[in-house]
């Protein structure tokens, strides 16, 4: 009967054998050493051989961990309905700008046709109220940050300083009537608006050293100067300019429009980062804004930080998603990639890089959580979104550039994306804020002293 068994297994092993296969393997092999080395294998260190074996065969990523990001799983805290839109925003940002993303970044042009796709996702103004805006929790202006960015840095750019800082100024200093005027518009994208505060000879100091004047003649005031670095302004239908006071020295806002006689722009060329993003210089010459037309709350400085105080939050939720696209695509590259028989990914230097770019990006997503947590509870300050900006852009260098370096040459390449998280991510350390100067607002905070010059 044992005989009986063993010629049946035989007969059937021999249906599934490939004879010519067979033939080729033993051509590079010795397969009398082989079985021979085989079958003197105990029944643990077969289930070894047949582990490896298995796994070797099976390549791709589906029996690999997911990439993801969100380490911690703090996207867990949303509620069913923030989860929605948050996949909503994430399906058409890899969907409709991944595919385009490279195009336009190196062409350094802006893809205008996305911006009626963009409103029909509901979210400018996300943590508005009225005006057609949603009236969600700051935590949701954070995650749409974080997600625009974890595909392209440039298209959160854009929608941060249309919904953010335009929208956000008018939300803030503008009058009621001023607000029905532009804030439904602006919220459906069917108007779009730009930021000038930064100049060409003051960042850093503009609080102080504001050079573009304003001077009331009757019922209009009369803009003079220039804003260096607006985003959007190349096209958009009203820029905040902010101005100083030529009689009270005092700083103050207003809406101006497009095509606004003495109001004119050039784009900037040549920027290495962020350059899907149309920034311009903007010169303001003998430039006439009526009375109704200067944003009526806003009469100091003071009201323009609260403009950036509210944004600078986005600005880290965006460092962090520009971390975490770098991340996500540096992992995807390792697992795919092989070396010496074997992805990359299984190397130890390797996963000391990936797990030191999770570390930080963990830690930056824990928070910036809590950062919008501060400020749906009403309790954010300036120290707490400077230490947010200074740390997340500073981490997200570390990890962009970690990121390139498992990439090794092939990182350089826009085809596979880190490149441009890598040099947009110099400008998130950059704008909003330099290192030095929230640095100093976080020790001003925690000392007492103002280290200001």
Known sequence: MRLFTKIKSIIQLMKEVNFEDLSKISEKIDLSKIMKTVGELDETQLDGLMKMLTEKSKKGQHQLPPIDGDFYDMDLKLTQEQRAIQMKVRNFMEDEIEPIANKYWNKAQFPMEIIPKLAALNICGVAYKGYGCPDLPFIMEGIIAEELARVDVSISTFFGVHSGLAMGSIYLCGSEEQKQEWLPKMQKMELIGAFGLTEPNVGSAVAGGMETTCRQ????????GQKKWIGNATFADVTIIWARDEATNKVKGFLVRKDTQGFTTEKIEDKMALRTVQNAIITLTNCRISEQDRLQHANSFRDT????????????WQAVGCARGAYENALKYTKKREQFGKPIASFQLIQNHLVEML????????????????????????EHASLAKVFCSLRTRDVVSQAREVMGGNGILLEYKVARFVADAEAIYSYEGTKEINTLIVGRAITGYSAFV
């Open 217 to 224: 003649d009757g019922d209009e005031w009369v803009l003079n």
């Open 305 to 316: 930080a609260k403009v950036l105080r509210m944004t600078r939050a986005g600005v880290a």
């Open 359 to 382: 570390s930080n990006l963990t830690a930056m997503k824990t928070m910036v959580y809590r950062l919008s947590e501060l400020q749906d509870q009403g309790l954010l300050t300036d």
